[in-house]
């Protein structure tokens, strides 16, 4: 058993402890690129507009109103009106217009803003996570593309081009699980390979690389608790004591009722923090509490019939990868189903295919659906996807693979035998129940999404979801919140960014962290005007 520590030592974001409790303004939880934004603006990093003109006459009109205020001062939402993209948040389009204008139409401009440092305006915060700054992006596979273009993954004041020609060697091109170049998802062209375009695609050990690099060389390490997971998020009351949301009782919380812990909203986070084989309790009260966390902590599971946990069912390339490595699969192996029509599944496909792995490939959507991925994706710059996209369609099937659309996976049988079933047809006026078929398999690799864990709320959060009678989900059922402060419509001093109000892509979530800081400066200016 691990041994553990109950004092609280010099953790990131203090103000003063009461009774073993630390005070700050902001918990941020999530250290993806979400939580590292929000930290560079929130240590008095504010964007201004500069003299480059904005290709959009009406914004540019906007920006020129008030060019001596900071952005983060100036009404996000008559900034953003009238802006469309491929965001549904219309911050996230804003941000996304100043820092990579016209990216939409293949241009590459230079960026419409300034930062300028103010240290007298940081706002004290700390930013918890489990692993290194980067978040997920140091769980993917790295010798797998981003994407998004390598430009779109960058953060403020540090442009990833420049830093991945100092930082990119050919050893990260590997797969970082088995060693091997077999895990590649696009070869190297004899020009110099893909990222040497100017509108590359980046590697996912690139990314994951450039957002650690990035806490450290903007001097944000001191806001990171690394190694820390939350387990209790609650909201205190007025008088230093809380409500238990399992009993609704109200419990002690501190005795001192010291003027940082008794404000008139304060929410109180609970956590572990591992450091090394030992494991320290925190406790911090801060009266901002925002949600940066991914959406690939529980992965979707199929409903299914029969033998369904004897290890044949996963929901991780990497156990797929580990059963190569052992030599548990080669290509005389029984076909490995892969379950879904995503681009995890295409990336998964191709890595099989790559190692000679025959392929069952089931998903229930028609190959002409145009709520298909492939369909948005440019063929220019992501061949192998539609490589992959070309072989789903194929009636004829491809040597190794085999496509079933409009199937479902229905039962796991004795002898590794998988059932499908087909779609209905409707034959002389009649609705005919879809043919069943039996395949047999060696692994079923199932990646039909994934939904985040909020573990640490009553009712795993789904309470704050837009529909509060279903889980959370990214893209059916996001937190319910303000669009222009990302404040919870449903529990004051919350915030929730990124993928869990429906911004997957890295371009689009530096608008989350702009529309929290703007509203906490604005909050701030108006209770205390002398300091902004």
Known sequence: ??????????????????????????VVIGNGPSGICLSYLLSGNWPYANNHPHPNPILESKLRENPERSILQQ?????????????????????DSLCHPNADLGTDEPSCLQWNHHPARNIPHVVLGKGPPGGAWHNMDGSMLTVSLGNWMELP???????????????????????????FSLPRSPHGGVNCARQDRAYMSDVAQYYSDYVKHMGLEKNFLVGSTVTSVRRLVVDCAFINQESGEQEASCQLHRPECCRMNMWEVRGVLQVGDLEQLFCYHAPHVVMAIGTTDIPNRLDLKGDIDN??????????????????????????????????AADAILCLRS???????????????????????????????????????????YPGYKSYPRHDVVEMSAGMKCVLKGPTRRCLGMIMEGS?????????????????????????????????????????????????????????????????????????????????????????????????
């Open 311 to 344: 290890g044949v069912i996963v929901h991780d390339l990497r156990e797929i990868e580990k059963a190569i490595a052992n030599r548990e699969l080669d290509e005389h192996s029984d076909p490995v189903m892969v379950v879904g029509a995503g681009l995890t």
């Open 157 to 183: 004041q540090m442009e990833f081009r420049q830093w991945a020609q100092h930082h990119r060697s050919e050893r990260k091109r590997t797969c970082m699980r088995c060693g091997q170049a077999h895990c």
């Open 355 to 397: 190692c000679k792995i025959p392929v069952v490939h089931v998903f229930r959507r028609d190959v002409k659906d145009q709520g298909l991925i492939f369909k948005t994706l440019p063929d220019g710059f992501y061949p192998e996807y539609h490589k992959v996209y070309q072989m789903m369609k194929s009636k004829e099937g």
């Open 75 to 95: 009404d996000l939402q008559y900034l953003s009106e009238g802006l469309e993209g491929r965001s549904n948040n219309p911050v996230a389009l804003l941000m």
């Open 436 to 532: 069943e078929k039996v395949v047999h398999v060696s692994k079923i690799l199932v990646l039909i999404g994934a939904r985040p864990s909020l573990s640490f709320l009553g009712n795993n959060g789904t309470e704050l979801a837009v529909d509060s009678t279903k889980q959370v989900s990214s893209k059916k059922n996001p937190i319910d919140v303000d669009p222009f402060t990302f404040e919870s419509a449903k529990a004051r001093g919350l915030y929730a960014v990124g993928p869990l109000v429906g911004d997957n892509f890295v371009r689009f979530v530096k608008g989350g962290p702009l529309g929290i800081a703007s509203h906490l400066v604005k909050t701030m200016m108006d209770s205390d005007s002398t300091k902004w």
């Open 1 to 26: 058993m691990k041994e553990r520590m109950e004092d609280i030592q010099d953790l990131p974001g203090s103000q003063g402890t009461c009774t073993g409790v630390l005070h700050t303004d902001v």
